[in-house]
């Protein structure tokens, strides 16, 4: 009983430890907001509305 409480607790700890907390990227702007990671403009369901 003792080992599996450890091990569970052992195992909760390292999962937080890897996971660690969300981080916004370096260069985080909105002048590339609505566009792909190559430039272009979204297209489809992942379009701005407005367009």
């Known amino acids: 009983m003792k ?3 450890f091990f569970v607790v052992t195992l909760l700890a390292l999962s937080l ?3 660690g907390k969300p981080t ?3 260069s985080a ?3 590339n ?3 792909t990671h190559e430039g ?3 297209e489809g ?4 509305p407005g367009k």
């Open 3 to 5: 080992f599996s409480v």
């Open 17 to 19: 430890v890897a996971c």
């Open 24 to 26: 916004a990227p370096e």
């Open 29 to 31: 702007s909105s002048e």
């Open 33 to 35: 907001y609505g566009t």
């Open 40 to 42: 272009k403009p979204a």
């Open 45 to 48: 369901r992942n379009e701005l």
